[in-house]
Each structure stands twice: as structure tokens, then as C-alpha cells.
């Protein structure tokens, strides 16, 4: 891929560190093998669409467009894995978030019916799946969830059937892990946005929301109950994301024990604190530092419509851009960094968007 991008275009339109993630991205992507949504190029794809979005940049466009292209050239030529992390199911998340989002023009029908029969015939066959958003039940779910976003589930439309059907396989698969303690229930010791508890819980309200399958999720939640009543997080971050989770559920059923829960849990919040005190200054990505708990924040505030629970722009910013991170990014060679969505420079560069934006719109949800 060419390189020779003219970011000087856009230099009204975008901060000093924006202005630094795209230069870095740019000039690295050749570099980049890896093809997939939270550590290749389908992520970093998704950041260049939003930076020509807010800068109207061609040359942006011109970058997005050829990483799609290398994308799709790779999953038409080889045979990449199926998973959420690097695989199918999450190339196939990203196309249709880039299409709901009117970043491109297509039929996501008809372009992702091979990849969506890949994935059926595999999740047909996998016995042992784990709960994971890498490579388990949350990440299909995830990905399902999307290619649903916007249809009418009770159409009798045989691609809506078999959605439907991988759902059902999914939940009940969740419940078996739940029944024998496979979650990651308890909180991670440094903050994760993978964490299992909370995005389950978030993944089996937005079913619910759908009114489909409610028994099982409802049992799924009274065996999730006893673990969840006795969980006070220590991390302020873990117990902020926890809070996210149960309000997610409440939105949908009330349940009287969780919301004296969800009460005590946020008594305690001061999300200044969480800035000062339980971040340390080199975790700025999107799973596990200032840019994930940004988008918590905001998912939370956007259930809630509570002050408290929305960090202040220029305290998110100021972390971010004063980071000991990019020291770090720039003492380190090229292959030592992290460009992707989910743990590196794209993640990092999309929360900034979203902090610079007036009323904040991407990635609003999973």
C-alpha cells in the first residue's frame, strides 16, 4: 500500500495526537498482517473511515477503502479462522457496522452469505466453545447480534431463522458455562474490557430486548445472581463497567435485589478518582485504560441520563494526550507496537474522535 498520504489537508480539522495516530497508521500498515477486527486492519479501517468522516480528507478514504480491499482479498484467498478477535465473525462485525453507519454502500446479505455459512457450519459443530469475546460465545454473539440490528425477527425469512437458531445455541451454551463457573465472574485484577461478567450481561439484555428466548435468559440471570449480589469490585474502573452490565439488564426486567445493587455500587463512584488514582498513566487503550473507560462512561450515561457517571471531556483528553504511552511509542520499534482497535493506536485514535465530537455517535454499542 502507498503511504504518501497528504494529512496536511486536514490539519484544522484534527489535534496534534490525532494528526500523530494517523501519521503512525499510515506509515506502518504495510508493516500489518494481521487482517482481523480488534488487532488488524479490518479495526484500523474502521478509524480511517471515521477520521474522513471528520476530516473529509480523501487520502483517508483512499487508505480505508485499500485496507478493506486487503481484507476481503485475504478471506477470499486463504482460509482465516472463524473467531471474533482476528476471524470471520468479526471482519463480518465490522462490514456491517461500517454500512449501518452509511460508511460504505452494500448489501451485507448477499456479500456475507459465504462468510455467514462458515461460521453457522462451525458454530454447528463446536461443542466446547468458550465464553470469550476472542474466540468464544460472547464474539458470536456479538457478530449475530449485528446481522439481526434492524430486521424484524419474526419474518419468516430463512436467513432469520438460522440467526435465530445460533442464538438459541449460543445462550444455552452460556448458561451451561454459567451453571459450572467458566465465566470470568470475578473482577480481572487490573481493568479489562473483555471482562466476561459485565458483557454477558450486556449481550443477554440486548436478546432479551428482543423479546426472544426469555425463559432461558432469565434463568440464566437468577443463576448469575448469587456471584453478582456478593461482587463489590475493588477497581472503581471494574466496578463502573460492572454497574454498565446490571443497568443494561434493569433497562429490561426489574429485578428489586440487582437495583439495591446497582445503588450501592454507584454510591461509591468518583470518576475523578478513577482518572488520578486506578489507571496507571501508560493504559490508554480501549481494553484496559483512559479510552475503554471513556466508552463505558458513555454507554452508561446514555441508560441512565446521570451526570455522575459521565467523565468530563477535557479530563479524558488531557489523560490520554499526556500519557507516558507515547513516549513509549516512540522509544519502541515498529513490530513492538500495537496498531489495532482493540489494545493499540486505532482504539486510542477512535476514542479521540469521539471526545472531539459535540455529540458523540460511533461505536454507540456492541
Excluded at 506502518?28 to 471515521?50: A, Q
Excluded at 456471584?227 to 454498565?244: A, I, Q
Excluded at 483528553?317 to 493499540?344: A, D, H, M
Amino acid at each position: 500500500m502507498s503511504h504518501n498520504i497528504n494529512i496536511n489537508n486536514s490539519t484544522a480539522a484534527l489535534s496534534g495526537k490525532d494528526q500523530e495516530i494517523a501519521q503512525l497508521l499510515v506509515q506502518n500498515i504495510p508493516t500489518i498482517n494481521n487482517v482481523g477486527l480488534l488487532n488488524g486492519k479490518m479495526g484500523i479501517s474502521i478509524y480511517f473511515f471515521h477520521l474522513v468522516r471528520k476530516t473529509e480528507n480523501s487520502d483517508y478514504r483512499e487508505v480505508a477503502e485499500q485496507l478493506i480491499d486487503e481484507v476481503y482479498e485475504e478471506v477470499s484467498n486463504k482460509q482465516p479462522p472463524v473467531d471474533f478477535k482476528n476471524g470471520l465473525a468479526g471482519i463480518a462485525w465490522g462490514l456491517e457496522y461500517l454500512v449501518q453507519n452509511k460508511f460504505l454502500e452494500a448489501d451485507t446479505d448477499a456479500v456475507l452469505s459465504k462468510v455467514d455459512e462458515k461460521i453457522y457450519q462451525y458454530l454447528r459443530s463446536a461443542e466446547k466453545l468458550p465464553i470469550g469475546i476472542s474466540k468464544g460465545v460472547i464474539g458470536f454473539l456479538i457478530y449475530i447480534l449485528s446481522r439481526l440490528k434492524g430486521k424484524n425477527i419474526d419474518a419468516e425469512d430463512p436467513n432469520i431463522f438460522i440467526y435465530k437458531r445460533l442464538i438459541i445455541r449460543l445462550v444455552n451454551r452460556m448458561g451451561t458455562l454459567t451453571e459450572e463457573r467458566k465465566l470470568r465472574l470475578q473482577e480481572p485484577l487490573l481493568f479489562d474490557l473483555t471482562w466476561d461478567l459485565p458483557l454477558s450481561l450486556i449481550l443477554l439484555a440486548k436478546i432479551r430486548s428482543m423479546n426472544f428466548y426469555n425463559s432461558k435468559i432469565d434463568r440464566i440471570l437468577e443463576c448469575l445472581s448469587p456471584v453478582l449480589l456478593s461482587l463489590y469490585p475493588r477497581s472503581p474502573s471494574n466496578r463502573l463497567y460492572l454497574l454498565l452490565g446490571l443497568q443494561s439488564v434493569l433497562q429490561q426486567i426489574h429485578i428489586e435485589d440487582w437495583d439495591r445493587h446497582f445503588g450501592l455500587l454507584k454510591k461509591d463512584i468518583f470518576l475523578p478518582d478513577i482518572l488520578r488514582n486506578d489507571l496507571t498513566n501508560k493504559n490508554i487503550g480501549l481494553v484496559n485504560g483512559a479510552a475503554g473507560i471513556s466508552f463505558i462512561s458513555r454507554q452508561l450515561f446514555s441508560l441512565t441520563n446521570d451526570e455522575r457517571l459521565r467523565f468530563k471531556r477535557d479530563d479524558l483528553i488531557k489523560k490520554i494526550n499526556t500519557s507516558e504511552y507515547w513516549q513509549l511509542v516512540k522509544e519502541r520499534e515498529p513490530e513492538k507496537i500495537n496498531f489495532g482497535l482493540l489494545s493499540g493506536l486505532a482504539g486510542i485514535g477512535m476514542e479521540l474522535l469521539e471526545l472531539s465530537q459535540k455529540e458523540p455517535v460511533s461505536m454507540r454499542s456492541v
